[in-house]
């Protein structure tokens, strides 16, 4: 199936937005208003429910005009654009990827979608779920750089990584017996470390200056 | 607005294709999905951690009635998203540079495509049909494509390292110890903040 690339997921969904002349601000501004306050860190509703690589919400005014000859349209809605890469369910299907979403995140998906076109709420998970899929466009072609490998065992490997690289930093010459004591404090280290955090925050950092722009 | 989180850029374009051209591509979409070599350019180029194109049907958008107008459109659209590292720049110019023919394969079904080379035009028609990220996530914002896969090659030869290391006398030990440093070594780069880029 072209929304699945091994152990990976491409959904895709469109929601229309209410097109609504008495609301104030639009509900399409609405929208883009309550996304640029949203965390992208680990508060994001994206971070709390499990499941998602990378995602994106994107309000689609229109199609876009490329010149003449071409024939100039437009859309009678504007559409939210959910684009999400994420770990599907044991059978492959996305059903409880959205279920998640729902349970850990339901009040930041209400705010959003919302101001869609037949939403039903998150609260009914099943409603909220055929809602989802109804919107849902068959991705077409779907590419992805690591396909075998979950949230989880990703953000496993980046800790395994950089410990990894400290240890082997840090034992250079040493004694074979001294070398594999301390190779095994390092799997107890690992096995008993917690799950690292998803899209963990930014770290700050001193503003630089100086480039070609200033 | 944010097209970028981290070191990953959010891509989004659409473009008009005449409705009999997109079964043209939907057949080119089946042969490159289902021979894995055709691939070989894009998994290349290894600044992309995903990329799709979907194709949507003039009729195909959503519709739910309750007032929402029906599309009345001539074309079908061509969507694509892609999560790239680095910035807009570096990515047009190696598109252009290195899938040339896969590019036009694909979005010379579009109206008005000028062909991926010369960049200069390729570059002015995917910056008038691409269109802004209003949010965008990933869990693993100072990871790049190259950062994820050498992390995964780590991961697989410590757990080869870890599921042996009581089978072993401290002198196997130190020699497997060595083979495993000399595997994992070229993928032992730090990840942290992406570069200012002025």
Known sequence: MPNNSGKVYGLTILSPILNDDEASPSHDLQIRSYLAGLSTGRESPFAQAPGTHLARLVVMDDVIFVGAPAVEEHLNSKYLIFESNCDPGPDGTIDSYLQGLAEYAGAHLDAIWSHCVGYPGASDRAAFVRYMKACQLETTFFFAAVNDKSVPETLRALQTQKAVADFVETHQGMQPGQLRAEFLQLVATLDAAPMPAVASATVSREMKIGGRNE | ?198
Not at chain 2, 97 to 121: C, D, H, M, R, Y
């Open chain 2, 1 to 198: 607005m944010s097209n970028i989180n981290g070191k990953v850029y959010a891509m989004n374009a659409i473009t008009p294709m005449k409705p009999w051209k997109t079964w043209v591509l939907r057949l080119i979409f089946f042969v490159l999905g289902h021979v894995k070599s055709l691939q070989q350019d894009l998994i290349n180029l290894s600044f992309i951690e995903f990329a799709r194109w979907v194709v949507v049907p003039r009729a195909g958008f959503p519709q739910f009635g309750n007032g929402q107008e029906p599309e009345k459109l001539t074309y079908d659209y061509l969507l694509f998203f892609s999560n790239f590292n680095g910035t807009w720049n570096q990515y047009i110019d190696a598109f252009s540079a290195v899938l040339s023919k896969g590019l036009n394969l694909i979005w010379q079904w579009s109206e008005k495509f000028p062909g991926s080379v010369p960049v200069t035009l390729f570059k002015e028609y995917i910056g008038r049909v691409q269109f802004d990220t209003d949010y965008y996530f990933t869990a693993y914002p100072h990871a790049t494509a190259n950062d994820l896969k050498a992390a995964h090659a780590v991961q697989a030869s410590y757990d080869d390292l870890r599921s042996r290391v009581n089978s072993l006398s401290d002198a196997e030990f130190a020699d497997a110890y060595m083979s495993f440093v000399l595997q994992v070594q070229p993928n032992l780069g730090e990840t942290g903040e992406a570069p200012v880029v002025f």
